[in-house]
């Protein structure tokens, strides 16, 4: 089971979209779509999950009152700075019995993935 899950009781797709808005001042929606990527329902939903846990607040575009530009709040921050080093940790606990050179590889190979999945 997820770190994110368990200790947070977040879906995969709540912990993308913060682990995203972490990574950004603010974001749309469709900003979200395109920085994760998911379905809009999916990003909605997960918009919806984190603002009722009050990690995520959003502010309605003062020009286009249809969109609204989510971000985290103190208590989303901390929850991901929370949950960012037991992530490394279980990553480094999956690597531990390969080799340098497969390390590596890994990594390498997690690196095309996430640049062919970004566009």
């Known amino acids: 089971m997820p ?3 368990r200790k947070h009781g977040m879906t995969q797709p709540e912990w993308r979209v913060l682990a995203n808005l972490a990574e950004v001042r603010a974001a749309t929606a469709r900003e979200l779509c395109e ?3 998911l379905h809009k329902t999916k ?3 997960a918009l919806q999950a ?3 846990r009050g990690w995520v607040t959003r502010q309605t575009d003062a020009q286009d009152r249809r969109v609204a530009h989510a971000s985290l709040t103190r208590r989303g921050r901390r929850a991901y700075d929370a949950l ?3 992530l490394a940790a279980a990553a480094d606990r999956a ?3 390969l080799t340098e050179a497969e390390r590596r590889t ?3 190979a997690l690196d095309i993935l ?3 999945l970004a566009g």
């Open 84 to 86: 960012v080093p037991e």
């Open 43 to 45: 990003v909605s939903r």
């Open 95 to 97: 690597l531990e019995g």
């Open 114 to 116: 996430e640049r062919s």
């Open 50 to 52: 984190l603002e009722a």
């Open 35 to 37: 920085m994760v990527p």
């Open 3 to 5: 770190i994110y899950r």
């Open 106 to 108: 890994v990594t390498e």
